[in-house]
């Protein structure tokens, strides 16, 4: 049993950075593939980034390629995501989420694949 919780969202203005927390209990932080999605209002939830287990693999949705940086400090047992130059677009709740997996370099990038999640954290990025 894995459980999440995801904090480090807020409020801020376009062009700005925020750093999103994911920290996960137990001692299986090590052997699970850990990624970001995120829903907006009136629309699917979607995925963001991913990485392996091994923290070797990412994956990024393209909407936030080059801004975006995902990564894990299995010392914490933390994700995180670094969020530059933020847009209006960005707004939305973002949730973490994680997946045992077998394969050291495996991400996941369908919300179907994970079965762990974060209670979700409120990013609103005004204009």
């Known amino acids: 049993q894995v459980q999440l919780v995801d904090s480090g969202g807020g409020l801020v203005q376009a062009g700005g950075s925020l750093r999103l927390s994911c920290a996960a209990s137990?001692?299986?932080?090590?052997?699970?593939?850990m990624g970001w999605f995120r829903q907006a209002p009136g629309k699917v939830r979607e995925f963001v980034a991913a990485?392996?287990?091994?923290?070797?693999?990412?994956r990024y949705a393209d909407s936030v390629k080059g801004r975006f940086t995902i990564s894990r400090d299995g010392a914490v047992n933390t994700m995180y995501l670094q969020m530059n130059s933020l847009r209006p677009e960005d707004t939305a709740v973002y949730y973490c989420?994680?997946?045992?997996?077998?394969?050291?370099?495996?991400?996941?990038?369908?919300?179907?694949?994970?079965?762990?999640w974060g209670q979700g954290t409120q990013v609103t990025v005004s204009s």
């Open positions: 989420a994680a997946r045992s997996s077998v394969i050291s370099s495996y991400v996941a990038t369908e919300s179907h694949e994970y079965g762990y």
């Open positions: 137990g001692r299986t932080f090590s052997t699970h593939n």
């Open positions: 990485v392996s287990r091994s923290g070797s693999s990412t």
